[in-house]
């Protein structure tokens, strides 16, 4: 025999605060999220890199090695300090804000304290992403400057030993 439906009965969930879900700060804890702040700083370590591609393709269609076609340097100069600066403010800009909206949200912080952790957030996050490019950036520079002393330390060895064959050792 088949029983009848009987819809089930709505009971309230216990008196929960929302507060009590959301992470209470310890006294152990640190208020910077550090996973936040490294995600933002590689979005805007990669952002750049891509902005600084799209600038160097740009850049490359707009000067030509025929004289008199093409851009000025003048013009090509302040074309790049441009666009640099706008790629650098736009990806630190998006990586910031990732790292300020990634951040653990903290219960008992007023809006002032918010604003203030989403900032730092942000500016660590542009700090971490600024140092990273430099380590890059002097570890490239550095490879390239070696392999050209490297290669004019071994033109100038071959230099010496045509000159000493040259003039039969008397050097």
């Known amino acids: 025999m088949a029983t009848p439906y009987s819809a089930p009965v709505y009971t ?3 008196d929960v605060e929302l507060a009590d879900t959301l992470a209470r700060p310890s006294a152990n804890t640190s208020a910077v999220s550090w996973a936040a ?3 933002g700083a590689a979005a805007a370590a990669s952002l750049g890199l891509i902005l600084l591609i799209l600038g160097t393709g740009l ?7 025929w004289a008199n076609e093409g851009i000025s340097a ?21 990586g910031g ?39 890059l950036l002097t570890s490239a520079v550095g490879a390239i400057v070696g392999a050209g002393v490297q290669a004019g330390a071994s033109v100038a060895s071959g230099v010496a030993s045509s000159a000493a064959l040259a003039t039969g050792g008397a050097l």
């Open 59 to 65: 850049g490359m269609t707009a000067v030509s090695p």
């Open 97 to 135: 804000y990732l790292a300020g909206r990634l951040r653990t949200k903290w219960a008992d912080a007023a809006r002032d304290e918010v604003y203030f952790r989403d900032t730092a957030h942000g500016f660590l996050s542009w700090a971490v992403a600024t140092l990273v490019t430099a380590a």
């Open 12 to 14: 309230p969930a216990p």
């Open 37 to 39: 702040v490294f995600a």
């Open 74 to 94: 003048t013009t090509f100069g302040v074309t790049t300090i441009v666009w640099l600066t706008l790629s650098q403010l736009l990806s630190s800009g998006m």
